[in-house]
């Protein structure tokens, strides 16, 4: 398949589940789709990349392995995207590759993921943070954020800087989950 036909095809996905994951499930039993697929979802300023990027998110909830040979494209390109509904998949796509590094279990992802691509995460994190984001990726933000954290001691120090400055001024969901991430921090101080 071409750009131009997986293109064509994105124009049939919308926010339903079943439209997402039949389309996920197309790149997961293609794989070679996926630096295509990746393609669309950073040319930033297509409004077809936030079609491509709902995909992306679906493909990486059924399996996080799934993104491992792109985890140097997806991290030095998720600061590019700015589109609202863009954002929030790559954010939630950050949370689900901190939670599978952090897990107890011996997760493949441990042995692929990068210093340097942590860093990239925690720095596109911390921006969502402090940008004018919608709260969805300030909240997967938040707890990437904390995750990461427990390998890179300066994180959480920062991380309840920014949650204590914008405490008063966010929503009550941005609230409830700085309330969580408050509370995990502290469980785990050193």
């Given at each position: ?23 996920a499930n197309m790149l ?112 997967y933000g938040m707890v ?47």
């Amino acid at each position: 398949m071409t750009k131009s036909q997986l293109y064509q095809e994105l124009k049939a996905v919308n926010h339903s589940k079943e439209k997402r994951a039949f389309y996920a499930n197309m790149l997961i039993s293609n794989p070679k789709l996926t630096p295509i697929l990746l393609d669309i979802v950073f040319d930033v300023n297509d409004n077809m990349s936030p079609r491509a990027a709902w995909v992306l998110e679906f493909a990486c909830k059924e399996n996080i392995a799934f993104i491992i040979p792109y985890l140097e494209t997806f991290t030095k390109n998720i600061n590019t995207i700015y589109i609202d509904s863009a954002v929030r998949p790559a954010a939630k796509i950050c949370e689900m590759i901190a939670k599978a590094y952090t897990s107890k279990t011996n997760h493949v992802i441990k042995k692929h993921l990068t210093v340097s691509q942590q860093k990239r995460i925690i720095e596109t994190c911390f921006d969502y943070l402090i940008s004018k984001q919608k709260v969805a990726a300030k909240a997967y933000g938040m707890v990437a954020l904390f995750l990461l954290g427990k390998h890179h001691d300066w994180v959480h120090q920062e991380l309840i800087l920014i949650l204590e400055r914008d405490y008063s001024s966010q929503s009550a969901a941005y609230k409830a989950r700085a309330r969580v991430i408050f509370k995990k921090v502290k469980k785990n101080a050193f």
